[in-house]
């Protein structure tokens, strides 16, 4: 379904599956995806954060490398420090699949998705909603890690070792 108005799309997946003892059970799956990633001034301030939060994280990521360098590696061997690695390893893969979705073919040409409702030829809009489903899937995945990190500053307090009792 296409809202030409809006630039919006949504995919609606239905399925129904038959087992062997004759079951039928059905799943259906929506999902919606703006063709204009920027439309108003909230969107261009959002994209002004995200690339203070990249370059941010850059810093961070540099600077890590540099204490491993000096420190060595056996001493980020341990748990905490590899959340840190793994969390930093999936924002850098949350940026790419971000910079995917947002320079997919439907968003530089959305003038192919008014020719489809014309009669043009058929855009392929669930692979958009599936790349944009994984990137926030991975990108709560990334904010989990970075929420799960705060218990690392709390080891060193012993009387607020209530938490993890």
């Not at 030409?4 to 059970?25: H, P, R, S, Y």
């Not at 999936?90 to 910079?99: A, G, Q």
């Not at 060193?156 to 009792?165: E, I, L, S, T, Y």
């Amino acid at each position: 379904m296409f809202n030409a108005n809006l630039k919006l799309f949504a995919t609606i997946d239905f399925q129904v599956m038959l087992n062997a003892a004759g079951a039928v059970e059905t799943k259906k799956a929506v999902s919606s995806v703006r063709i204009n990633q920027f439309v108003g001034a909230a969107d261009y301030i959002r994209v002004c954060l995200e690339l203070i939060l990249i370059g941010l994280m850059v810093q961070h990521t540099r600077k890590e490398v540099l204490t491993a360098r000096v420190v060595g590696i056996a001493s980020y061997l341990n748990f905490w420090n590899l959340i840190d690695a793994a969390r930093q390893v999936l924002f850098y893969v949350c940026m790419v699949m971000y910079v995917v979705v947002l320079f997919d073919p439907l968003r530089m040409n959305p003038d192919k998705v008014e020719d489809m409702c014309n009669g043009g030829h058929w855009v392929n809009f669930p692979k958009l909603a599936k790349l944009e489903e994984d990137f926030v899937f991975n990108s709560a995945l990334c904010l989990l890690m970075s929420t799960l990190l705060i218990f690392k500053f709390l080891t060193p307090f012993p009387k607020v070792n209530f938490v993890w009792a």
